[in-house]
């Protein structure tokens, strides 16, 4: 292999084997990566505006109070963990280019709303139907990539795909300090009520993009770019790591995945290890820097980008890398050191101000392990649709069971600059991760042995063992014969 191909290979997954398959796969790059980007950046611009609008003048306009702050979000999670199953199922009855795109427009329509709310109570309202709609993209996603991509491509899309939604975090906080700047107190509204107003205006045409490009899955797939070869040619080149075939639902479908550690294994990972996003999620240094003071409204918003930038470049490395090697556990490793050193550092009050601006920083890592967690999934489960999808789809589930009450209880805006319970709960977490990592590694190569071992046993039975063709050997030398 030439040094440029080994360059290619590590940079972007799996060299395709012919021309044709390059070609396919560069379609399916372009419209299902540039869709699904697209539409989870818009997601996550929608979902963090409301971190940025809090410490931008709509805390002081509204006047809120307390944990009102926190309420909002565990309000938001409350709806997305009762949408997601909903939405999920949806996806096997609706073809996911209408439902998607369909749910978009949803959450862009609630974003116009939340520009003209009086009261934090219509904020609950809309904040929890904007949830259960917002819920059908990320595990959905997932579920539509692990369709189109082998193992070694998987992870590199996966994080591509998830670092669209750090970078619409980014673009949030860009856009926040942008819109105070120049547009706060224009036509009698705040700049975080013209947040959300340009948030819906960017929101409603990547809606429309989707109806027109999202390709399906393999087998549906209708998509006007892909001929009747590339589309058969999509489903044959994963059969051999994804069970491509769609079976009905039934309770044996249930009692199977459940038998199974997988479920169990995986969920348990990322219900864990998706807390120690929480210094992000929850926008902890922003709302630092607002209670210790003597920063300005930009840079509220500004500085903590660095946490986000952070954050996609660990992202994409790791991404990379996991493609490259097949071997997804290290991130995971990484990522809970990273925030096991942010909290030690940010516990201990009387740190420096710059000490305490690195360890926020670091702290970013914690979302390279959104990408690997899940193509990890995908490719234990890649052996059973039905399997993959539920599994997926609890992961998620989980976490957001979690994070229902986790920032109410660890990180209560009135906790403010401290956060002292947080950082406990961050080092805990983190330590957990390491756990839960353990042992799906474990119980993966565990699982994989005996598949080798059974696989080896059916051979050697299908081929005759060495003994039996020894004593028929014999036979045949001596000229004996088996009497019947």
Known sequence: MTFLSKTRRFLWGEVPSTREESKLLFKIDWFILSYCCL??????????????????????????????????????????????????????????????????????????CTSAVHNVESIYAIRFFQAMAESSTFVGTHYILGSWYKPGELGKRSGIFTSSGLIGTLFS????????????????????????????????????????????????????????EERKLASDRIQADIQVARNPVTWSTAKRILSKWRWYGCSLLFAIS?????????????????????YSVEQIDYYPSGATAFAIASTLICATWTDYTRVRWPVLVYMATACIISASCLIVWSSPTGLKFFAFYI???????????????????????????????????????INAWWSLVFYPATDAPKFHKGMIAMICA?????????????????????????????????EGGPETRGVDEKKRETGDEIKV
């Open 39 to 112: 539409m989870y950046f818009t997601n996550y611009l929608d979902r963090s505006n409301i971190s940025n609008a809090y410490v931008s003048g709509m805390k002081e306009e509204l006047n809120m109070q307390g944990t009102e702050f926190n309420k909002i979000n565990t309000i938001f999670t409350c709806g997305y963990i009762i949408g997601m199953i909903p939405n999920n199922m949806m996806l096997q009855i609706v073809s996911p280019r209408i439902w998607l795109p369909s749910m978009q427009i949803v959450w862009g329509v609630l974003t116009f």
């Open 173 to 228: 906080g860009v856009l926040q300090a942008a819109v105070y700047k120049h547009l706060n107190g224009v036509s009698g509204r705040g700049g975080w009520r013209w947040l959300f107003i340009i948030d819906g205006i960017i929101t409603l045409p990547i809606a429309l993009y989707g109806f027109l490009i999202f390709p399906d899955v393999p087998l549906t797939t209708k998509a006007f770019y892909l001929s009747i």
């Open 430 to 462: 983190s330590v957990a991760t390491l756990g839960a990592t353990w042992l799906v590694w474990y119980l993966e190569k565990r699982e994989n042995r005996m598949k080798d071992d059974d696989s080896c046993s059916r051979s050697i039975h299908s």
């Open 363 to 401: 702290a970013g890592a914690s979302f390279a392990g959104q990408a690997t967690t899940f193509a990890w999934a995908n490719q234990i489960c890649a052996d059973d649709d039905q399997e993959r999808g539920i599994v997926l789809a609890s992961m998620n589930l989980w976490n957001n069971v």
């Open 274 to 294: 998706g807390e120690t996003e929480c210094f992000g999620s929850n926008n902890i240094m922003g709302q630092w820097m607002k209670a210790v003071g003597g």
